[in-house]
């Protein structure tokens, strides 16, 4: 399995069964980082850390405080594919990293991006 990024028009492949995206909050400027993994239910979000709290962004019940960041696994069921939207407000958009590197998705706020599972041929 390989994780395909549609993104400003084009079509990223990345190899492996797992990414890690992350991203800057628009308003508390904080670092968010999600791990993720091909399954065959679909991408299933396994770990979630946010560097800090604020407005909107109370760490769930359960995290934990670990080196600065909250800790903690969402709970939210396997995805066919994530819809990642960017308000252009930060500065930069998605960084999505997976084994074989990282790429910059999503920087303008009209640069919206789709991450699926797909075969490494873009299907």
């Not at 308003?27 to 709290?53: C, D, M, Y």
């Not at 069921?77 to 084994?99: D, F, I, K, N």
């Amino acid at each position: 399995m390989s994780i395909c990024v549609l993104a400003a028009g084009k079509m990223l492949v990345f190899a492996g069964a797992a990414f890690t995206l992350s991203w800057t909050h628009s308003v508390e400027k904080t670092r968010w980082v999600e791990n993720w993994q091909v399954t065959p239910a679909g991408l299933q979000v396994i770990e979630a850390r946010v560097q800090g709290s604020g407005a909107g962004m109370e760490p769930p019940e359960g995290s934990i405080l670990k080196d600065g960041w909250w800790v903690y696994r969402p709970s939210l069921g396997p995805q066919r594919t994530l819809a990642l939207a960017a308000s252009g407000a930060t500065g930069a958009g998605w960084m999505l990293c997976a084994e074989d590197g990282c790429a910059m998705i999503g920087r303008g706020a009209a640069d919206p991006a789709l991450v699926t599972a797909c075969d490494g041929h873009g299907q």
